[in-house]
């Protein structure tokens, strides 16, 4: 009786073991309808060190706490970028309380005439007054500029990795090759001005990144960032992001197809700007089903050039 049971055993195990293996090779056999596109898109930008504004010479936007207080704030800068396709001072932002929603349940940029409404949106709210998340136009104009005495600039590569069977492309930093053993978004670290004074990382920065891709209306094209501080981005010069201020990683998307203006078929610019303001963290995040190229080398002002 022992020896059949022993014999019914072994055999079950070889028929669960056929079955695995079967399972996986199935597994494998799925084909990838996404497998004609690159696996990785590399993007190039230019990252600006700024010293803190305890420092002399230092940024006074630069480790500076809103009067508000830290949070994610709205309206720091205006919808359309200027002559050189930068951002404009819009005011000192009005601190966000509650989060604009699109029907997926997607953070949104708050109401703009240029934006479709769609079915499902959810309204948030800001606070009416003013939150002090900036000090001056002038002082913002240096945020994206090499500025001498101010800034200095080198150039900055990312990695986006497209996620297996799919067409979203990914860079985020907590699994990035180069920037996963940094404990968050940190590019600078030990160069430029070097690092923040009494600690072994750089959190005074900016990051700006010009990029095009082709419009494919209907084919669901997303862009999303999660991070902080400050994050904004335009697309054919219109602000489609806004994470303004001083706060913990926040999030918030993009459906191109909500761009009505867009033609399809059609090459437009994205152009982003991220601002690294206060030691306590550094996090940054992109998921997109846009094919990103970088439109052109950016320019440097490094301090040996």
Known sequence: MGTRINTMLAAGTLIAAAGLTAGLAGAKATPDSFSGLPNTLTLTGVVRDMQERSVTGG????????????????????DDLDAD??????????????????????????????????????????????????????NLSTWFRDTPGVNLSQPLALTLVRNPGTNTYTFNDRTDSNFSSLGGFFPINGE????????????????????????????????????????????????????GGVHSAKSQSIDLDRLGWLA?????????????????????????????RTVEAPTTNHLYD
């Open 59 to 78: 940024h006074p936007d630069f480790e500076r706490q809103p009067s508000a207080g830290f949070a994610q704030y709205t309206k720091m800068v205006a």
């Open 85 to 138: 396709s930068k951002p404009v001072m819009r005011s000192t932002g009005n601190k966000l309380t509650s989060d604009w929603r699109d029907a997926a349940g997607r953070n949104r940029l708050d109401n703009r005439s240029y934006i479709d409404a769609r079915t499902g949106d959810r309204n948030g709210a800001a606070a009416t007054t003013l939150g002090g998340a900036l000090t001056t136009a002038t």
């Open 192 to 243: 430029l001005f070097g690092n923040s004074r009494g600690n072994d990382r750089n959190f005074h920065f900016t990051f700006e990144l010009e990029t095009e891709f082709v419009f494919e209306r209907g084919t669901g094209q997303v862009f999303t960032f999660t991070g902080d501080d400050d994050v904004w981005v335009f697309v054919d010069n219109k602000l489609v992001i806004d994470i």
């Open 264 to 292: 399809n078929g059609r090459s437009y610019k994205l152009k982003f700007f991220f601002a690294e303001r206060h030691r306590t963290a550094s996090n940054f995040r992109i998921d997109t089903t846009l094919r990103l």
